[in-house]
């Protein structure tokens, strides 16, 4: 007979605490002195810059370590260059954090062999915010609702990024489903050189979101005679005075129930609208503790305070939520995969 070894209640636990501590332990000291970068596939004065450059200030100090982040612009085609790179080129070592356009997932779940990711298998560690579609047309087009541009049955330029971007894909269905006459122009590096280009009338106009035009574009919202843009159709009721009265694009689309329901599926990326994701193969305790990090900061006060001081909308989407939205899209049905093909055809009118 073997004889029983009797070790003490506490060198038991010191040996189990031992064994399962390094993971966290590891985890929670790999960023000391480390630099993570934050990756913007916009460009730098819009929408998505001011939110990762607002939450760059605060993230770190709930990082064990307290790591420095970095703010770096990789702009080109809607932020396409900036996605693949997340997914193709950026080591998975926790220090790279990509955000940019959800929308490429759509892309993705439509065959889109110009997306070269896999959504299910990216870390995704949140998004700050969801987004509500909208549309603007200059005044100096002599037009300034939707019925006067359906009803001028002309050629109406709207500025865009590239494929997957609001610029590109809304204007596209507007005139998929309502007969608009929008010829989309393509290449701009992000919201503000579609600004500029609508200051020099290079286009007439451009579809992105609320959350960002509301900010990006004030000056041009307060403006008077042709300098002013004017929004004209919007996803969901808001109620500041230059958009409370808008048509909604889901009541405007409800007499066709099949295109309302393409609509639905292309809007569903707005859910997490500007997500930010790390590299295939990033460790599991990295990818949760950057998640924790991510809420902790959209619920710190300071943060708080300069988001509402810069008019940056804070609605949070959780990483697991975001793997779900994931999920659901790449399980798109034939019918809706049907009726959004469109959306990667060439020669767009």
């Not at 060198?11 to 031992?18: E, M, P, S």
């Not at 509301?214 to 002013?228: E, H, V």
């Not at 639905?264 to 305790?285: C, D, L």
């Not at 990295?286 to 991510?294: D, M, N, S, T, W």
Request: contains cysteine; hydrophobic residues 40%.
């Amino acid at each position: 007979m073997k004889a029983k070894l009797w070790l003490p209640i506490g060198i038991v636990a010191f040996f189990v605490l031992t064994v399962t501590a390094p993971a966290q332990s590891s985890a929670d000291d790999f960023y000391k002195g480390k630099t993570i970068r934050f990756v913007v596939g916009q460009a730098a004065g819009g929408g998505y810059d001011l939110a990762a450059r607002t939450i760059s200030r605060h993230m770190g100090k709930h990082i064990p370590g307290n790591p420095t982040i970095v703010v770096e612009n990789m702009t080109g085609a809607g932020s396409l260059i900036a996605a693949n790179d997340t997914y193709n080129s950026a080591k998975p070592d926790g220090l790279f954090v990509g955000t940019w356009n959800g929308a490429l997932i759509l892309r993705q779940a439509l065959g889109d062999k110009a997306v070269r990711l896999d959504g299910r298998k990216l870390g995704w560690i949140g998004s700050p915010t969801k987004g509500t579609p909208i549309c603007g047309i200059m005044a100096h087009t002599g037009v300034k609702s939707l019925d006067e541009i359906v009803a001028a049955n002309r050629e109406i330029k709207m500025g865009a990024t590239g494929p997957g971007s609001t610029y590109e894909d809304l204007p596209m269905m507007l005139n998929l489903t309502l007969g608009t006459k929008f010829k989309v122009i393509s290449g701009y590096e992000g919201t503000g050189t579609i600004l500029v280009a609508m200051r020099r009338k290079e286009v007439d106009g451009g579809c992105w979101t609320w959350e960002s035009m509301r900010t990006t574009a004030r000056p041009m919202l307060d403006a008077k005679g042709d300098d002013r843009l004017i929004p004209y159709l919007i996803h969901r009721r808001w109620e500041e005075p230059e958009v409370k009265d808008l048509p909604l694009i889901p009541e405007v689309l409800k007499k066709d129930p099949d295109k309302l329901a393409a609509y639905r599926t292309w809007v569903a990326t707005y859910e997490f609208q500007r997500p930010y994701s790390v590299p295939p193969g990033t460790p599991k305790e990295r990818v949760q503790l950057l998640r924790k990090a991510f809420a902790d900061t959209l619920n710190d006060q300071e943060f708080r305070a300069e988001a509402k001081k810069v008019k940056f909308e804070v609605t949070y989407t959780s990483g697991e939520q975001i793997e779900k939205y994931v999920d659901e899209m790449l399980a798109i049905t034939p019918k809706a995969k049907e009726l959004l093909s469109f959306l990667l055809t060439k020669g767009k009118k």
